[in-house]
């Protein structure tokens, strides 16, 4: 497994576009050539299914199939998919972690319902595999951090024999905040997101007590996206449940120096949460 070789699909997708058959729009040839159940890890879905999932996670839309060519190519050229598979390799040893397909693809040009346009990247964990959306480098190597922060999320799911659409609110925040530490252990502050410092911890923990705390044991998914995403209507600011996630972890490894990432990731979400600074309610 490890990296998948996507550009032949891509190239074949892009081929069908430049071709124009008749009756055929961009979003059916995008399904007929990358999202078939036989190219992806996921077990009794059908390919609309498999291309509804990958497009609301950031998969490039169907009408910009120019831009996606000219990506592939450049990618190709400046040998990412050879990259991706030796930081991967790196990463599993570091992490001992478990063999998953990677996949990568386009980004959605001006974003999706789950991310902000301004972003180049973007992905999604399963424990079956990662997928990772790229579009032209802000940084140099800024393919790393989506990397890392995914495939940590597959490391806690195996580790912890999980699925990400039925764990509890808990369990996503530690998830999400073991995932970003890991970009910052790995490669520095520089390669974490900007929502890991937007807050002060006077707000957060303010928001902990009033919002976050009472949904501990929520595991409905939708919901969990506005504690992660904000909500307006709820009084949760955008990205406020990531940067938790992440000052999570951070104080927990601040009040317990002598452990690495590697035995966090397999500590309880309960234990990290009470070796913080965000106080669980006193029955817990």
Same mark, same amino acid.
């Given at each position: 497994?490890?990296? !998948?070789?996507?550009?032949?699909?891509?190239?074949?997708?892009?081929?069908?576009?430049?071709?124009?058959?008749?009756? &055929? $729009?961009?979003?059916?040839?995008?399904?007929?050539?990358?999202?078939?159940?036989?190219?992806?890890?996921? =077990?009794?879905?059908?390919?609309?299914?498999?291309?509804?999932?990958?497009?609301?996670?950031?998969?490039?839309?169907?009408?910009?199939?120019? /831009?996606?060519?000219? #990506?592939?190519?450049?990618?190709?050229?400046?040998?990412?998919?050879?990259?991706?598979?030796?930081?991967?390799?790196?990463?599993?040893?570091?992490?001992?972690?478990?063999?998953?397909?990677?996949? #990568?693809?386009?980004?959605? +040009?001006?974003?999706?319902?789950?991310?902000?346009?301004?972003?180049?990247?973007? *992905?999604?964990?399963?424990?079956?595999?990662?997928? #990772?959306?790229?579009?032209? @480098?802000?940084?140099?190597?800024?393919?790393?951090?989506?990397?890392?922060?995914?495939?940590?999320?597959?490391? /806690?799911?195996?580790?912890?024999?999980?699925?990400?659409? /039925? !764990?509890?609110?808990?369990?996503?925040?530690?998830?999400?905040?073991?995932?970003?530490?890991?970009?910052?252990? !790995?490669? *520095?502050?520089?390669?974490? $997101?900007?929502?890991?410092? &937007?807050?002060?911890?006077?707000?957060? %923990?303010?928001?902990?007590?009033?919002?976050?705390?009472?949904?501990?044991? =929520?595991? +409905? /998914?939708?919901?969990?996206?506005?504690?992660?995403? *904000?909500?307006?209507?709820?009084?949760?600011?955008?990205?406020? *449940?990531?940067?938790?996630?992440?000052?999570?972890? +951070?104080?927990?490894?601040?009040?317990?120096?002598? &452990?690495?990432?590697?035995?966090?990731?397999?500590?309880?979400?309960?234990?990290?949460?009470?070796?913080?600074?965000? @106080?669980?309610?006193? %029955?817990?």
């Amino acid at each position: 497994m490890g990296i !998948v070789d996507t550009s032949r699909a891509l190239e074949a997708f892009n081929e069908k576009c430049k071709r124009k058959a008749p009756f &055929q $729009s961009p979003y059916i040839a995008q399904r007929e050539t990358i999202c078939q159940p036989a190219q992806h890890p996921f =077990n009794g879905l059908q390919e609309e299914e498999i291309q509804y999932l990958l497009l609301s996670y950031g998969l490039f839309k169907p009408d910009a199939w120019r /831009r996606a060519g000219k #990506l592939v190519k450049n990618w190709k050229e400046e040998g990412l998919y050879e990259k991706l598979e030796k930081e991967y390799r790196y990463l599993k040893t570091l992490w001992k972690g478990p063999e998953v397909p990677v996949y #990568l693809y386009p980004f959605q +040009e001006g974003g999706s319902f789950l991310r902000e346009s301004k972003d180049n990247k973007g *992905g999604v964990a399963f424990k079956e595999g990662l997928y #990772l959306f790229y579009g032209d @480098p802000v940084k140099e190597d800024d393919w790393k951090a989506v990397l890392a922060h995914e495939y940590n999320h597959v490391c /806690r799911l195996t580790e912890k024999n999980v699925d990400m659409e /039925r !764990v509890t609110l808990l369990e996503t925040l530690v998830i999400e905040g073991l995932g970003e530490y890991a970009v910052n252990e !790995v490669y *520095g502050k520089d390669y974490i $997101s900007p929502w890991t410092n &937007q807050y002060t911890d006077k707000q957060l %923990n303010k928001l902990w007590l009033k919002k976050f705390r009472v949904n501990l044991s =929520n595991r +409905e /998914r939708d919901s969990q996206m506005d504690f992660l995403y *904000g909500n307006k209507k709820r009084a949760i600011p955008r990205w406020a *449940g990531y940067q938790i996630g992440y000052k999570i972890i +951070e104080s927990y490894h601040k009040a317990h120096p002598d &452990q690495s990432l590697s035995r966090m990731m397999k500590l309880e979400a309960d234990d990290l949460v009470k070796g913080s600074s965000f @106080p669980l309610p006193e %029955n817990e």
